[in-house]
């Protein structure tokens, strides 16, 4: 537990130290990196500990961007009441999802979440008027502010996501050890046996469900208040299989995964781009290769072959 | 005390159980036996209402409980260990017995008054659960399910597939639960454990009660037995 815990803090510690070091295009990708790990957390508490695989998430992620993006684009509401918003937002949706969507399993689950997130995203083409539709639309610098810090300044910038990535990693870690992060896992092992030690695995799932879109949909606000932009394409499918793909190839339900995934798949694209225009090949035969070495993903591996009890 | 009143059950259309009773009583073991397909099994999980009656009812200690939805019968006091185990394989042996241990909001005592009905697990706590041989599982499926600190307890098969050692522990532990008080509800396919262990046998075929023994009954002509049974 203390190993674990100095993994965990220590991983936090070393991203707070890499803003005083890295020089400027790599402390841009950090920032970003930390960012979408927040999304992939969010993910990984539905799909790596309670086993809900779902193709919708893009949906909570871009009601974080778009809930905080168009309350700061019509009123001068701030960027933490944007923020607030903004989880209120995909916490809303995943319960309303959840509700609906939890009545099937497997399959089923996947296509429904599917639909779900794909009507979301008509939905932002279709209120154009509101949403700037496919083009998105800038979120205004002078709404980007917090106690008088410009989140578009490149170290103001840095620390939030930093700050957003701590709590959301922090707090994952906190949930799986708790006694509710066990009974999710125990759900994902085997849902009609936990139905029949007493628990309302409906409700439980409904409640990791709603976990899990209120962190996302703070990925996403996070993302737009950074960065100052909401497009449409965050809404679609596409970011719907980052987060899963990031989480299966860092390892599905560890703490630690979701960040590894996305830093190798970010970095992955990055530097396969500057060698070639076919980057997506060698992306794509890394995968492959990953997948078939460790298919329980890095961290996932590191736990089968070394490290038992890592959460 | 668990009655079962004129259960008929079954799956869509089909129906396994066809007005259905036993009882089960407290500090005695009522075995369940039958050819494959009799609906033993079946009866096991109408009990727990996984297969929602379409007659007849289940009553523990007064309450009808074949009206509630299958997660709130356990807490009524009804523990299940299904055939084939069912464990939660990715945690390990600790944090299953915890899982099932904050199910009820029960504590450390209770933990270690089940593993002292079986030892071995003592020595396996970190272990996973889907590591562990099938004799340890079962024991596991059975420790997990006294957690809930059942007033009835239901074992389908808990010996199948298991070494004689195996066997050895598992039937003592059935026979210190129901010394205890507990009411046990056993299938079971083997007459040599039925003659160890029962109070009482209920033989069904095609979901009906066809024959009841008592321990002295059984004793005196086990042969009937085997004739239900086609051994």
């Known amino acids: 537990m203390r190993a674990s815990l100095a993994l965990h803090l220590g991983l936090v510690a070393v991203l707070f130290a890499l803003n005083f070091v890295l020089p400027a295009y790599a402390h841009g990708n950090i920032a970003r990196v930390m960012t979408l790990a927040v999304y992939a957390i969010g993910y990984n508490i539905a799909f790596g500990y309670t086993g809900l695989l779902s193709l919708g998430h893009a949906m909570f992620f871009a009601a974080g961007m778009y809930g905080a993006g168009l309350l700061l684009r019509f009123t001068d509401a701030g960027a933490v009441a944007a923020f607030g918003v903004a989880l209120a937002c995909g916490a809303g949706l995943a319960l309303v999802t959840g509700l609906l969507a939890l009545r099937t399993a497997g399959v089923s689950f996947m296509i429904v979440t599917l639909m779900f997130s794909q009507a979301c995203a008509l939905a932002i083409l279709y209120f154009a008027e509101y949403t700037r539709g496919d083009e998105g639309f800038v979120i205004a610098a002078a709404s980007r502010v917090v106690a008088g810090h410009d989140l578009g300044d ?79 394409s965050f809404a679609g499918v596409q970011y719907s299989i980052f987060p899963l793909l990031w989480v299966l190839l860092g390892g599905a339900g560890t703490v630690i995964g979701p960040f590894l995934g996305t830093l190798f798949m970010f970095y992955l694209i990055d530097l396969s781009s500057g060698i070639t225009d076919a980057y997506m090949l060698i992306a794509g035969v890394a995968l492959i290769g990953l997948t078939l070495f460790a298919p329980q993903g890095i961290a996932g591996e590191l736990r089968r072959r070394a490290w038992r009890g890592l959460p | 005390m668990l009655s079962v009143e004129g259960l008929t059950a079954g799956y869509g259309h089909a129906m396994i159980l066809r007005d259905l009773s036993l009882v089960a009583e407290a500090g005695r073991i009522t075995c369940l036996m039958g050819r494959n397909g009799a609906g033993k099994t079946t009866t096991l999980k109408a009990i727990m209402g996984l297969v929602p009656p379409a007659a007849g009812r289940v009553v523990l200690d007064g309450e009808v409980v074949s009206d509630l939805p299958p997660h709130q019968v356990p807490g009524r006091g009804i523990g299940y260990v299904p055939q084939g185990r069912r464990l939660f394989g990715a945690l390990s042996v600790a944090e299953n017995l915890e899982v099932a ?109 066809v024959e009841t023994f008592d321990a002295a009954a059984l004793t005196r002509a086990p042969e009937r037995l085997r004739s239900h049974l086609g051994v």
């Open chain 2, 101 to 209: 241990l904050m199910a009820r909001g029960s504590g450390t005592g209770l933990r270690a008054e089940v593993l002292e009905l079986f030892p071995r697990l003592r020595d396996r706590l970190g272990q996973r659960a889907d590591t562990l041989s099938g004799g340890e599982q079962q024991m596991l499926a059975t420790a997990r399910a006294l957690c809930l600190q059942p007033k009835v307890l239901l074992l389908d098969e808990p010996t199948e597939g298991l070494q004689p050692s195996m066997i050895d522990a598992i039937r003592q532990a059935m026979l210190t639960l129901r010394d205890r008080g507990a009411a046990i509800l056993l299938v079971e396919q083997r007459i040599d454990a039925v003659l160890a262990l029962a109070d009482h046998v209920q033989v069904i075929e095609n979901g009906r009660t």
């Open chain 1, 154 to 232: 490149a170290q103001v910038r840095y620390l939030a996501a930093w700050a957003l990535f701590s709590a959301a990693f922090l707090f994952s870690l906190w949930l799986v050890n708790r006694p509710m992060g066990k009974v999710l896992v125990a759900i994902r092992e085997n849902e009609p046996r936990a139905r029949l030690l007493g628990y309302d695995t409906f409700r439980l799932k409904l409640g990791a469900l709603v976990i899990s879109g209120m962190v996302s949909a703070a990925s996403g606000a996070g993302y737009g208040l950074f960065f100052g932009y909401a497009g449409a």
